[in-house]
């Protein structure tokens, strides 16, 4: 018999390096963090597309209490943010506007030179409505009076009515006659909140509204890149050296504040990447100058980052003229007072001008002017609403006002605004619990005298400590040209963040994406921005 031996071997096991765990702990949590990503993406841009089932309005609640009816006009920073945190199932809420959509502001001056389209940076105000809880009605009408004493508000919708041929004919086709329809109603208001925000003001200088462009709405980009354009192609049938040529290709920006200097800045990417490619005849003698009244532009900055902003200007070739103050302005020339640094004196220059921009100062609007006409207390509001720490209009216990129409202590910004309506519509919250324990108090009837004085009480305690408006100042962003941005950054009460630059630029465009309303915006301002990095801007005049 054979003797049959049985080699068993035995394997230790192998040791596993920490690089590897964790490199495979790594994987896993990228992984899992991109699925995540994309699973909140996704569920934000459902959200975004699709309506929620509201509550619908109604004039009283189920326990007997009146529903109020809130008006709230306007549909800019201010009245967009308090609708988007009002509960509007607490309210009959109606919003009047002309303009049926919210426009993100901080990125319109990158518009008129197509660095981002126009309808990425609109919302419209049903799509913010739709997405609340209790139905809200939207009414695209101008608030044209309001009567504080009555609580009544007359609105007006403009038609344009197609009226058929005017009998002339042309050498392309029959012309038409169009006229404007106009409908007047009115409308009954419990609260109304005034967010109409300002008009540009002119500061009565002569020639400013019939020679200038502004750059509040949607309009106002279109007219001023069909007038960029309109100038260059102007200029390039005048031969070179003459008189009209050099004016035509001088675009003046008036205004230091950050609309003009993120403007300047824009128009001279524009000339430096695109203009300089394509029409390379007359883009090198297109010259942009920024005036300024005060000393410095971007007042409001760290002294540091106004210096490297000029310094910016001054590598960019964009003429900064500071100390100038604009007396008048002609159909050709900006006829301007400037002051020396050194000496105090004074010369009236002139600067011809193409294109003319007007980015700098707020006037109030008709409807606030004659809101201030109509309560005593409001006779000296000049620059805006007066209003006091729960943003209720002086002389009025039912009126709210909030952003550029009010004037306060607070500089006239998006996001003073904003916040703004963060706190009205926590306070109407407020205003309804302290209302319904007022009613259960005057209705009481299965209620003993111990539970209505506890009642009462509690009424008595929400009233007296009612919140007021405290402005948190997060800091301030501008985009300077040349991809470089300026930020003056206020982190808590401890600690202030100055930088300027390139990094600073990424920061800049990576808040504005955080700022904008929707996944739909922030999608469509980043592709905007890629499809320029990929083929530039267009040099179209439309």
């Given at each position: 018999m054979s003797n049959i031996r049985f080699n068993s071997t035995t394997s230790s096991p192998k040791k596993v390096s920490g690089f590897s765990t964790l490199w495979k702990n790594t994987k896993r949590i990228t992984a899992l963090a991109i699925l995540g990503s994309v699973g909140f993406v996704g569920y934000k841009i459902y959200a975004d597309k699709e309506p929620a089932n509201q509550i619908k309005q109604v004039p009283v609640f189920e326990t007997g209490q009146r529903k109020k009816t809130l008006v709230i006009l306007g549909s800019g920073w201010g009245s967009i943010s308090l609708l988007k945190n009002l509960d509007t199932a607490l309210y009959n809420v109606v919003v009047v506007s002309p303009r049926n959509y919210f426009l993100f502001t901080p990125l319109l001056p990158s518009c008129p030179t197509g660095t981002v389209e126009l309808r990425s940076i609109i919302e419209p105000v049903r799509s913010v409505t739709r997405r609340l809880p209790g139905e809200v009605i939207y009414l695209e009408a101008e608030a044209t009076k309001i009567d504080p004493v009555n609580n009544k508000l007359t609105i007006k919708q403009s038609t344009t009515v197609?009226?058929?041929?005017?009998?002339?004919?042309?050498?392309?086709?029959?012309?038409?006659?169009?006229?404007?329809?106009?409908?007047?109603?009115?409308?009954?208001?419990?609260?109304?909140?005034?967010?109409?925000?300002?008009?540009?003001?002119?500061?009565?200088?002569?020639?400013?509204?019939?020679?200038?462009?502004?750059?509040?709405?949607?309009?106002?980009?279109?007219?001023?890149?069909?007038?960029?354009?309109?100038?260059?192609?102007?200029?390039?049938?005048?031969?070179?050296?003459?008189?009209?040529?050099?004016?035509?290709?001088?675009?003046?920006?008036?205004?230091?504040?950050?609309?003009?200097?993120?403007?300047?800045?824009?128009?001279?990417?524009?000339?430096?990447?695109?203009?300089?490619?394509?029409?390379?005849e007359v883009a090198s003698e297109v010259k942009v100058?920024?005036?300024?009244?005060?000393?410095?532009?971007?007042?409001?900055?760290?002294?540091?980052?106004?210096?490297?902003?000029?310094?910016?200007?001054?590598?960019?070739?964009?003429?900064?003229?500071?100390?100038?103050?604009?007396?008048?302005?002609?159909?050709?020339?900006?006829?301007?007072?400037?002051?020396?640094?050194?000496?105090?004196?004074?010369?009236?220059?002139?600067?011809?001008?193409?294109?003319?921009?007007?980015?700098?100062?707020?006037?109030?609007?008709?409807?606030?002017?004659?809101?201030?006409?109509?309560i005593e207390e409001q006779k000296n509001a000049r620059r805006g609403l007066l209003v006091n720490d729960k943003l209720l209009v002086d002389g009025t216990d039912n009126i709210f006002a909030l952003g550029d129409c009010t004037f306060t202590k607070f500089a006239p910004t998006a996001q003073v605004a904003f916040q703004e309506g963060i706190f009205l519509g926590s306070h109407f919250k407020k205003l309804h619990e302290i209302e319904s324990l007022d009613f259960q108090v005057k209705n009481a009837k299965d209620l003993d005298s111990v539970q209505i004085e506890r009642l009462s009480k509690k009424s008595a305690k929400l009233k007296e400590k009612l919140p007021i408006f405290k402005y948190n100042h997060q800091g301030s962003l501008a985009y300077i040209g040349s991809e470089r941005a300026v930020a003056d950054l206020v982190w808590g009460d401890w600690s202030n963040v100055t930088t300027g630059g390139t990094i600073t630029y990424l920061f800049w465009r990576s808040a504005y994406i955080y700022m904008c309303l929707s996944v739909r915006n922030q999608f469509l301002v980043c592709l905007d921005w890629m499809k320029v990095s990929l083929f530039g801007r267009d040099i179209s005049r439309e």
């Open positions: 197609h009226s058929g041929h005017s009998g002339k004919d042309t050498s392309s086709s029959k012309s038409t006659l169009n006229s404007v329809e106009e409908i007047t109603t009115s409308l009954n208001y419990d609260y109304l909140v005034v967010g109409v925000g300002a008009q540009p003001s002119t500061f009565g200088i002569p020639g400013v509204a019939e020679n200038s462009l502004f750059l509040k709405e949607v309009s106002d980009s279109i007219k001023i890149r069909k007038k960029l354009m309109d100038v260059v192609e102007a200029a390039n049938i005048l031969p070179k050296g003459d008189a009209d040529r050099k004016r035509l290709l001088s675009i003046v920006v008036c205004g230091g504040g950050p609309t003009g200097v993120e403007v300047a800045g824009e128009l001279q990417d524009y000339i430096d990447q695109d203009l300089k490619k394509w029409i390379p100058t920024l005036v300024e009244a005060l000393p410095n532009v971007l007042n409001m900055f760290n002294k540091k980052l106004v210096d490297y902003t000029k310094q910016v200007f001054q590598d960019t070739n964009i003429d900064l003229k500071t100390n100038t103050m604009v007396k008048q302005v002609t159909d050709k020339n900006v006829i301007a007072q400037v002051k020396s640094p050194k000496d105090g004196s004074t010369e009236i220059v002139e600067i011809p001008y193409g294109l003319l921009i007007w980015a700098t100062g707020n006037a109030p609007r008709p409807i606030t002017r004659d809101l201030t006409s109509k």
